[in-house]
C-alpha cells in the first residue's frame, strides 16, 4: 500500500525576475493506492500550481507544508528522484521535444526509472502493446515526442508514458481538456487500466464532470483560493455541474 500525504502546503510562484506570490495557503490531502482524487474548482484556484510544485517545477516554491510518499519527504528529492521514487505528472500543455522519437524517449525514460534499460525487443513488444491499447498508430513511435501532434494525440502520449512508467501516484492535470468524445473515452479507459493493474493513487484534476463519467471518483475536493474548502463524494461533482463554483468562490478567498 502507497500513502501520498500533503500537510500544510503552501507554495509561492514566481511572477517577476524576483517577485513571488502566493498560490497555496495550506493544503492537506491523503490519496492511498487505488484511490482516486478528483481536484475540481475555478480557474485561478491554484489546482495546476498545486500539480507543478509537487513535481518540482523551478517557477514554484513550497515555502511549508510536508509532501509525503511512503513516509519519504518529496520536496528533499530532485525532480528525478521524485520520478524514480513515483510520482508522474501528466501536463496540461505536454510540449514538442523535435528530433526526440517518441521511442526513444519512452525508452530512455523506462530506463531512468526502472533503473536498467529494458531489453529492446521486450520493450518493443511492450510499447506496441501500450499503444494499441490507447489507439495510437504504430507509425508514432518513430516521430518527435509531440511534434505536429494534435492535442488529442498528446494525451495520448501522457497517458502511454504512464502506463509504461507505472508510478505510484499519477497527477493528472486536465488530461481531459482539449479531447473529443471518442479521445475522451480512449484516454479515460487508459487511467483506469493503469490504476487497476498498477494499484496506483490518482490526482486528477479537472473543471468538468465529464471525465468522471469514465474515470469514477472515490473522493472529490473543491479547490478555491489556494486550498481545499469542500470534500465529498462523487455526489459533490454533480453538485458543482449544477450550481457551479460561485458558493466556493466566497469560501476560498
Do not use: C, W
Amino acid at each position: 500500500m502507497t500513502k501520498f500525504e500533503l500537510r500544510g502546503v503552501r507554495a509561492d510562484v514566481l511572477i517577476g525576475a524576483e517577485e513571488r506570490e502566493e498560490i497555496l495557503k495550506g493544503v492537506d490531502l491523503t490519496i492511498n493506492s487505488g484511490e482516486t482524487h478528483a481536484i475540481m474548482g475555478p480557474n485561478g484556484s491554484g489546482k495546476s500550481t498545486l500539480a507543478y510544485a509537487i513535481a518540482g517545477h523551478p517557477k514554484y516554491e513550497i515555502t511549508d507544508g510536508e509532501v509525503l510518499l511512503d513516509g519519504e519527504n518529496v520536496l528533499e528529492m530532485s525532480v528525478d528522484e521524485r520520478a524514480r521514487a513515483g510520482l508522474f505528472l501528466a501536463m496540461q500543455y505536454p510540449v514538442e521535444v523535435p528530433g526526440v522519437s517518441m521511442s526513444n524517449f519512452l525508452r530512455s525514460s523506462v530506463t531512468a526509472v526502472r533503473g536498467e534499460a529494458p531489453k529492446l525487443r521486450a520493450f518493443s513488444k511492450e510499447l506496441q502493446g501500450a499503444m494499441k491499447g490507447l489507439a495510437i498508430d504504430p507509425v508514432f513511435a518513430a516521430r518527435g515526442v509531440n511534434e505536429g501532434f494534435s492535442g488529442g494525440e498528446k494525451k495520448r502520449h501522457e497517458i502511454l508514458q504512464l502506463e509504461l512508467l507505472k508510478p505510484k501516484v499519477a497527477i493528472l492535470d486536465e488530461t481531459d481538456s482539449g479531447l473529443d468524445v471518442d479521445a475522451l473515452r480512449v484516454v479515460s479507459e487508459g487511467i483506469n487500466h493503469a490504476k487497476e493493474t498498477h494499484e496506483m493513487g490518482v490526482m486528477l484534476i479537472t473543471h468538468y464532470t465529464r471525465i468522471l463519467n469514465y474515470v469514477k471518483p472515490d473522493h472529490v475536493h473543491v479547490f478555491s483560493g489556494g486550498r481545499i474548502v469542500e470534500s465529498g463524494g462523487p455526489e459533490l461533482a454533480d453538485s458543482l455541474e449544477a450550481e457551479g463554483y460561485e458558493r466556493f468562490v466566497k469560501a476560498g478567498a
